[in-house]
């Protein structure tokens, strides 16, 4: 072979090994993307609506029935179900999967009992958002039922006491809301609770700031979007599920 010969394959492989690394570098890039995109589902009521219903009750209300259509489609789709106490304590370039997706159910509505056994029979999990205020109180889930969701794998969340705008509170108030449904939460489950739902999706960056300093990592909106995977967020977006949600946008 001449020299010139020698020369053509060293240029070809130097090529090829460029390709080949530009290659695993995008591959890599993409892989990112891809685990860091995490859809966050909104529940609320899991109960058939009523004729009686008005607007509102009929829209937060989705059936049992459909909502198991939905975990069947989760799981055909090749999703799996985490909480956010699964997330990884790191940024992206983590080992969550591809198709991971957190289901949330706000208001701690009896009827959430429903959408737990579902789960449960499914080895899945979920995240439940309860207004410790209305804990034990007719139309919601009763302390016993939660520590059980818990001890079953659920994740309990805080909706903070009473339901009120965070946004419009004044620090005290603002910090008891937090705090104290955070200390009967984990009475209840004993373990710790690291998650709450801003209630009417209401929140500021005091109302974030007042999370942080109170041992939360994640605050739940009611914004639209899919979030990063990340070590603390206090502004996770959300998919709403109204009642005619009946096809999942995943
Ligand atoms: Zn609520």
């Not at 890039?29 to 995490?38: K, N, P, Q, R």
């Not at 009967?184 to 004993?190: D, R």
């Not at 739902?197 to 974030?208: N, Q």
Request: charged share 15%; glycine share 6%.
């Amino acid at each position: 072979m001449t020299l010139f010969g020698i020369l053509i394959i060293i240029h070809l492989m130097y090529n090829l090994l460029n390709k080949f690394i530009f290659f695993v570098s995008v591959a890599g890039l993409l892989s990112i993307t891809f685990t860091a995109d995490i859809p966050v589902l909104m529940y609320h009521h899991i109960r058939t609506p009523s004729p009686t219903d008005n607007a509102l009750l009929r829209d937060l209300s989705f059936s049992p029935a459909n909502f198991s259509k939905h975990l069947d489609y989760l799981a055909e789709s090749g999703y799996t179900p985490i909480t956010l106490k699964d997330l990884p304590h790191t940024i992206p370039g983590n080992n969550i999967k591809s198709k991971t997706v957190i289901l949330t159910f706000d208001d701690g509505y009896a009827d959430n009992w429903q959408a737990f056994l579902e789960l449960r029979k499914r080895k899945l999990k979920g995240v439940f958002f309860i207004i410790t205020s209305q804990i034990n109180k007719p139309g919601h889930l009763n302390a016993s039922q939660i520590r059980e969701m818990s001890q079953s794998g659920m994740e309990i969340g805080s909706h903070t006491v009473h339901h009120y705008n965070l946004s419009t509170l004044k620090v005290s108030l603002l910090e008891s809301e937090v705090v104290q449904s955070k200390v009967v939460l984990e009475n209840i489950t004993s373990k710790s609770v690291i998650s709450l739902c801003y209630p009417s999706g209401k929140y500021s960056p005091a109302v974030m700031a007042a999370l942080k300093t109170s041992g939360y990592r994640y605050g739940r909106t009611t914004l639209p979007g899919v979030n990063l995977a990340i070590s603390a967020n206090y502004e996770i977006k959300v998919i709403r599920i109204h009642n005619y949600s009946l096809k999942l946008p995943l």
